[in-house]
């Protein structure tokens, strides 16, 4: 399709494990954002890309999140000795770089990570 | 420390009517502000947005207004359609003071049922 496309929908892992996660965004969108929702939460913004190189990693939590885009074009999100608290909804997003000021991204359907 | 609010978690309005959903924020910094729609299993869908430079963004049945003295902005929804129930995410950002203008900070949301 020709939106943002996100795999897994849906993942589930034990506690301890390595995950990746994989951001595949609209072709020519040259902007690429990763954000988390947890529970009940709004998205929580996590690393933004411009072309292959993460302008602003602000928002990862810790060490153990790290997100690559070596191409330019697909992106994924690595999550290291996953924690029940990384439970979440992981949104992906792209956007043409003229709307960066704007705020207008293209949210993909998410990936569900449970971590047991 | 939640930047951006909605208090209201949910909303029922019947088809029709007006919906006016609510958002304050603390942030002086946030100059640009956004409503996004999210179906259930699907990203959310940017729908409207507005400069701290208006006061007033209208698009067809979508109206944002915007009260920067007291931080608090809405949308209303005139009339509602039950296709409109959905939750609605109010986001802001910081375009015009640089400071991290792709980083969209959202509210938990509210979630708008429209009774036929």
């Known amino acids: 399709g020709a939106g943002v496309s996100q795999t897994p929908s849906n993942k589930v892992t034990e506690k301890g494990k390595y995950v990746e996660l994989r951001c595949d965004p609209i072709?020519?969108?040259?902007?690429l954002y990763w954000y988390r929702q947890s529970l009940g939460q709004g998205p929580e913004f996590l690393i933004y890309f411009q072309g292959t190189g993460a302008a602003d990693d602000s928002g990862l939590p810790n060490d153990r999140f790290f997100a690559v885009r070596p191409e330019g074009s697909v992106s994924t999100l690595k999550i290291q000795r996953t924690e029940r608290g990384d439970s979440a909804v992981y949104l992906c997003?792209?956007?043409?770089?003229?709307?960066?000021?704007?705020?207008?991204?293209?949210f993909g359907e998410g990936s569900r990570l449970t971590v047991l | 420390d939640q930047q951006v609010k909605q208090n209201s978690p949910s909303l029922s309005v019947q088809e029709g009517r007006i919906s006016i959903l609510n958002c304050d924020y603390t942030n002086s910094m946030f100059d640009y502000f956004l409503w996004y729609k999210k179906y259930p299993a699907e990203g959310p869908t940017f729908l409207i947005s507005i400069s701290s430079i208006k006061d007033k963004n209208e698009d067809g049945r979508f109206t944002v207004f915007l009260n920067k003295s007291a931080k608090h902005l809405s949308l209303h929804i005139v009339p509602s359609q039950p296709g409109d129930s959905a939750v609605y995410f109010c986001a802001a950002s910081a375009i015009y003071s640089g400071a991290g203008s792709y980083q969209l900070t959202f509210g938990k949301g509210t979630k708008l049922s429209v009774i036929p």
């Open positions: 072709s020519g969108h040259t902007a």
């Open positions: 997003a792209s956007s043409f770089s003229t709307n960066v000021n704007t705020g207008e991204l293209f």
